[in-house]
């Protein structure tokens, strides 16, 4: 019995990885979307609370949204550099 795989069966299983690392891309750049919206909110919120002058608060809230969306950020450059990657796989 001969165990080496066909190329038919190496291209479906290039095939099946490459779409597992579109869906991860995908929800990956999902998630970055949701979480920079959500910490616009929260650094919005941080700066009303900092011009009412409960600048304790409004400092803390105003860093937590800063430090999300810099990690949404770095989210949504990982997802792009993916499907950078998935593309010049494809393409040799």
Request: aromatic share 6%; net charge positive.
């Amino acid at each position: 019995m001969n165990n080496e795989p066909t190329p038919n069966a190496h291209s479906t299983i290039e095939l099946s990885i490459t779409q597992e690392r579109l869906r991860q891309a995908r929800y990956s750049f999902n998630l970055s979307l949701v979480a920079t919206t959500v910490s616009f909110f929260i650094g919005f919120v941080g700066a009303g609370l900092i011009l009412s002058n409960k600048i304790s608060e409004g400092t803390v809230a105003a860093t937590g949204g800063l430090v999300s969306s810099v990690r949404c950020i770095q989210l949504a450059k990982d997802a792009n550099d993916r499907l950078d990657k998935v593309l010049a796989e494809i393409k040799n």
